[in-house]
């Protein structure tokens, strides 16, 4: 954060809470672990826990390539346009302010379709570039406009269709039936969506 005084800028660095917390947990643990004598314990599961990582970062490698590959050739071939103008109606209702032909439309639907499909990863690089093109709609460049808070209203809940990474994750870790998940999800996904849809309009309308 940034605050002007008079004798000049001063700046202020603001950790992150988050952050925070895990460094506390990791030392509070090395610390148990030593004082209990459980050293070799904390080092067979750090080095578990680096390979297991590993290996299941390597498992979804392919099915990241593959979608995010598909996504890059759809938006290369014109179908992101197409996709834009078929969600027209649902855009111009959760972006009023944002033209239907503009950048940031495209980029809109490309990270709906990602999310819907459970791609979260992949639906980031798209998530960023629709940020920065709303950006260039906002008129007020230190304050978020409607459009961006509903944009990232949207991303933190999503519907999930078909949650990709999920059914990856569950069938990586030996789960006799990985896509038994997808209804229960759409289910919740979707109520999580709704509410979060409703509660932004309401503040757009208040503030």
């Given at each position: ?16 809470m ?28 750090v ?5 297991n ?12 390539v ?25 855009l111009?209702?959760?972006f ?15 990270n ?7 791609m ?15 950006d260039?709609?906002?008129g007020?460049k230190?304050?978020a ?7 990232l209203v ?13 059914i ?15 209804l ?9 969506t ?8 309401i503040?757009?309308?208040?503030y």
């Amino acid at each position: 954060m940034v605050y002007k005084k008079n004798k000049g800028i001063r700046i202020i660095r603001v950790k992150s809470m988050l952050n925070l917390i895990w460094v506390t947990m990791v030392v509070v643990g090395l610390l148990v672990g030593i004082a209990t004598g459980r050293h070799e314990a904390i080092v067979d599961s750090v080095l578990n826990s680096a390979k297991n990582s590993a290996a299941m970062i390597i498992g979804l490698i392919g099915i990241y390539v593959f979608w995010m590959g598909i996504l890059n050739i759809a938006k290369e071939s014109g179908m992101v346009d197409a996709l834009a103008k078929k969600m027209k109606k649902c855009l111009k209702f959760l972006f009023p302010e944002v033209p239907a032909k503009s950048e940031a439309a495209g980029f809109i639907s490309l990270n709906l379709v990602a999310n819907i499909l459970g791609m979260g990863n992949a639906a980031t690089p798209f998530g960023l570039s629709a940020m920065r093109e709303l950006d260039k709609l906002n008129g007020h460049k230190k304050i978020a406009s409607n459009a961006m808070c509903m944009f990232l209203v949207i991303n933190a809940s999503s519907i999930q269709l078909l949650p990709l990474t999920l059914i990856a994750f569950r069938s990586a870790y030996g789960s006799a039936n990985p896509a038994e998940i997808v209804l229960p999800t759409l289910i919740t996904t979707t109520v999580n969506t709704l509410v979060a849809i409703t509660a932004a309009k309401i503040m757009e309308r208040r503030y």
